[in-house]
């Protein structure tokens, strides 16, 4: 069974920084578009940003500018840098790895981020 495994989360102040990871081990990691995802309560899960097999990027509006993610394939494992953040930025990411045909998709158990004063 593929295993997702998040950490990072955590409590910050307003304007503070987090960096969350992802370790995928036991998938062809180089292959997978792996992708950030959050949601807060009362939402729907929306897409953060996601990283292709090659390194392109593409993050939502809402964080661009402040969050950056990166890949280590030697690794297995998948970066979110959150910077500024904002109390607005409160949900649970998930990690997601998606096989570009659709024919594997997993998602990681979800790590909480709180920004609070």
């Known amino acids: 069974q593929v295993q997702l495994v998040e950490s990072g989360g955590g409590l910050v102040q307003p304007g503070g920084s987090l960096r969350l990871s992802c370790a995928a081990p036991?998938?062809?990691?180089?292959?997978?578009?792996m992708g950030w995802y959050r949601q807060a309560p009362g939402k729907q899960r929306e897409l953060v940003a996601s990283?292709?097999?090659?390194?392109?990027?593409n993050y939502a509006d809402s964080v661009k500018g402040r969050f950056a993610i990166s890949r280590d394939n030697a690794k297995k494992t998948v970066y979110l840098q959150m910077t500024s953040l904002k109390p607005d930025d409160t949900a649970v990411y998930y990690c997601n790895a998606r096989f570009p045909s659709g024919t594997s998709n997993y998602w990681g158990q979800g790590t909480q981020v709180t920004v609070s004063s």
């Open positions: 036991g998938i062809f990691f180089n292959l997978y578009m």
């Open positions: 990283i292709a097999s090659g390194g392109t990027t």
